[in-house]
């Protein structure tokens, strides 16, 4: 009698994985747009022949996935994972060939049908990371897992800081976790190495930091959120007035508001996202002198409806050309999240330093 099979769902608490494909694949969709408008689509083939991209696409999946196959090491793995979303990057910008009749390369809804693909792939990845804390036995086989640096010799801090961390939260009745605790604590770690990609990074992220510690970075951010609400206040307020013009009988409104009516969906639902983000645009500036964190993640939350509700529908229209408003939203999201981490980390700060009344002292000893 063969036994039953059993699958189980280890999850993988190295994010880096991940993330290096996903952020592999755009900056190769985004590097080969920007190339083969450069060079004006050249082609690579002659006598009939055109070796499209999507091509080379396959082969560098075919090698990632062999390499993630084939071979154990961490070093693999993160090179498999690169390699990989590069070629998914050349095998997806194709996606607008595949989908018209005549191979239509500039097919303008590709853009927004790439950007929801990598939307999608990100929110997944995210969700599963997420969605519940690991296991204790998912923490113990990815201290398993990073066990395999134990036989190659001296191991990196990070990643035995990383397996103690994972051991610390598996079973300690399991008769592998007290084991590998010890080994990974008698370990020797190897002293830390820099690539030549280091001082650059460091220099950006220093750079990154004596920006945003500065005294005026908040009142940018918030003032942009202050625009974009007064903006959409007169937008109503327009609205309104081309709505009561148009109950009134006059042409140049009623024209306004067919042409808007004929629009179709597409418009509609971008209008109904922009205005859901404006809304919470205005509440942020409302909350904004009461409570700052709370002003903060209505923005947050404004800049998200944005990114996934409306940008979709304006790549349709616009193409690839459109993204600057992605990259304008992700840079926005990026500071709001330092900022709501300044927040916290000032009210932690008032909390632990604030002098309790004695009558409360006393009640708590």
């Keep these: 009698m063969i036994p039953p099979i059993k699958v189980d769902v280890i999850r993988n608490d190295r994010p880096v994985l991940v993330d290096s494909f996903l952020i592999s694949a755009v900056l190769t969709v985004l590097a080969l747009r920007v190339y083969l408008a450069a060079a004006h689509y050249p082609q690579l083939g002659g006598n009939g022949l055109h070796i499209a991209h999507v091509l080379w696409g396959g082969l560098l999946m075919v090698v990632a996935i062999g390499m993630l196959l084939s071979l154990l090491t961490w070093t693999w793995q993160i090179t498999g994972a690169v390699i990989g979303g590069v070629g998914f990057g050349l095998f997806i910008d194709e996606l607008g060939k595949f989908l018209t009749s005549d191979n239509n390369y500039f097919f303008k809804p590709t853009a927004s049908l790439v950007y929801a693909i990598f939307i999608v792939l990100f929110l997944t990845a995210r969700e599963l990371r997420h969605f519940r804390k690991l296991t204790a036995r998912e923490n113990l086989v990815n201290a398993i897992e990073a066990s395999k640096q134990l036989a190659l010799g001296p191991i990196s801090n990070v990643i035995r800081n990383h397996a103690l961390a994972w051991l610390d939260a598996s079973d300690s009745s399991h008769p592998l976790t007290p084991f590998l605790h010890r080994q990974f604590e008698l370990a020797t770690a190897t002293p830390e190495r820099r690539s030549w ?141 330092y900022l709501l981490s300044e927040e916290v980390a000032q009210h932690h700060h008032v909390d632990s330093w604030t002098p309790r009344p004695p009558a409360v002292e006393a009640a708590t000893m």
């Design 197 to 337: 990609l280091t001082a650059p990074v460091l220099a950006v992220r220093a750079r990154y930091a004596a920006i945003v510690h500065n005294h005026w970075f908040p009142r940018v951010i918030v003032s942009v959120f202050v625009l974009q609400a007064v903006g959409v206040v007169l937008s109503v307020v327009y609205s309104l007035v081309i709505a009561a013009g148009a109950a009134v009988g006059s042409a140049d409104a009623m024209n306004e508001l067919n042409e808007t009516l004929r629009a179709g969906p597409i418009l509609w639902t971008t209008l109904a996202g922009t205005l859901i983000s404006g809304v919470f645009t205005v509440i942020g500036v409302a909350r904004l002198p009461r409570s700052r964190h709370h002003s903060y993640r209505a923005f947050e939350t404004a800049v998200l409806i944005d990114l996934f509700l409306v940008q979709p529908f304006t790549l349709l229209d616009t193409g690839f050309a459109g993204l600057t408003q992605v990259f304008i939203d992700l840079a926005l999201v990026a500071s709001l999240r």
